[in-house]
């Protein structure tokens, strides 16, 4: 057959998986050569060895419900120390329940399927099908609240500043969790909806028990995360569920079109480069966390040009796989990003 009668469209061909041994990361490549969100599986790891082996490249972490009572934990802070993410954007729960566990306590297994009034007699909270003990959670939102009794009454800091001194902190105390993790690696981790957690509840506590006052100045904090975007050569992103995380460093891109219109009146755009998402939300009903990769490319947030991908599945099937292929890769970060200036002018205890 001639060229110009050939089927643009039967191109590369899919190939049917074998069972044999592998690697997880050798199991990941070969799903991505199948179908369906195998296949997206496979590409979505494919994608973030890519954007890790980019040099110039600063990678934002979007870590949206609460993985962290789900055993995730450890993989962001593994990630972090890697420095395969240079930023991390989460919600309260993420990285206050993960010291729950760092501080001794444990989680355990559940199910969905109890007397929930039970629970509550014994003072049991319920994750779905994780068990956690109230008791021992009040213990970890004191210890927060200890922390803040540490910081001069009415001090203001963004997000981003706050975590890295309760970093500081609980890395004094030899509690190893996220925040300590990040505070160690120079990493920014950045949470806009933080009272929306124990933290919130610890912040309370402590007006109420002292009246001692701290403020969290959200448009420092966004003004922050904006100025990274500025300094950064190029931007991808990481997204593990959707919400505010998500929009949060959407946001960063968008920033950077208007503040170059307005500097220089000529917009451009600094759109992520590399973006993967892994979530079960469906975009038809509108909202951000389902929103799709192709629709962020009207925004200007994705490059038209990006590597992305979405894989439609829960994160704590995604998240385990990918970071296991990643350490078994075990690529070294080449010129990771110094953000260390973030926190150059914060008003210590």
């Given at each position: 057959?001639?060229?110009?009668?050939?089927?643009?469209?039967?191109?590369?061909?899919?190939?049917?998986?074998?069972?044999?041994?592998?690697?997880?990361?050798?199991?990941?490549?070969?799903?991505?050569?199948?179908?369906?969100?195998?296949?997206a599986l496979g590409e979505v790891y494919e994608i973030i060895v890519e954007m890790i082996k980019d040099p110039n490249n600063t990678i934002f972490l979007g870590l949206a419900g609460s993985m962290s009572t789900a055993g995730m934990w450890k993989i962001i802070k593994w990630l972090i120390e890697k420095r395969y993410v240079d930023v991390v954007v989460s919600t309260g729960a993420n990285i206050s329940e993960d010291i729950y566990e760092a501080m001794g306590f444990s989680y355990y297994k559940g199910s969905p399927n109890v007397d929930d009034s039970e629970l509550l007699r014994y003072k049991i909270d319920r994750f779905y099908d994780v068990f956690a003990s109230e008791l021992d959670y009040r213990k970890m939102e004191n210890l927060i609240k200890e922390f803040i009794y540490t910081l001069p009454k009415g001090s203001q800091y963004s997000t981003a500043e706050f975590l890295y001194l309760f970093g500081k902190y609980l890395n004094s105390k030899g509690i190893d969790c996220i925040v300590s993790a990040a505070y160690r690696a120079g990493v920014p981790v950045f949470s806009p909806a933080l009272v929306d957690s124990g933290y919130g509840v610890a912040a309370v506590l402590a007006i109420r028990e002292k009246g001692h006052n701290i403020v969290l100045d959200m448009v420092k904090d966004f003004d922050q995360i904006v100025e990274i975007g500025r300094k950064a050569e190029k931007m991808s992103a990481i997204y593990i569920g959707g919400g505010v995380p998500k929009d949060y460093v959407n946001l960063v891109t968008v920033m950077q079109t208007l503040l170059g219109g307005m500097e220089t009146g000529v917009e451009t755009y600094k759109s992520l480069e590399y973006v993967v998402q892994i979530t079960m939300d469906a975009p038809q009903w509108g909202g951000l966390s389902g929103a799709t990769l192709e629709e962020a490319v009207s925004w200007?947030?994705?490059?038209?040009?990006?590597?992305?991908?979405?894989?439609?599945?829960?994160?704590?099937?995604?998240?385990?796989?990918?970071?296991?292929?990643?350490?078994?890769?075990?690529?070294?970060?080449?010129?990771?990003?110094?953000?260390?200036?973030?926190?150059?002018?914060?008003?210590?205890?």
């Open positions: 057959m001639s060229d110009e009668y050939k089927n643009p469209y039967l191109v590369e061909k899919l190939k049917t998986f074998e069972v044999e041994r592998r690697d997880v990361k050798e199991l990941l490549r070969d799903m991505a050569n199948t179908a369906y969100q195998g296949r200007g947030k994705v490059s038209p040009k990006a590597k992305k991908r979405v894989v439609y599945v829960d994160a704590t099937i995604a998240l385990p796989l990918i970071a296991q292929g990643l350490y078994e890769e075990n690529i070294v970060r080449k010129n990771p990003p110094d953000l260390r200036w973030v926190f150059s002018n914060i008003r210590t205890p």
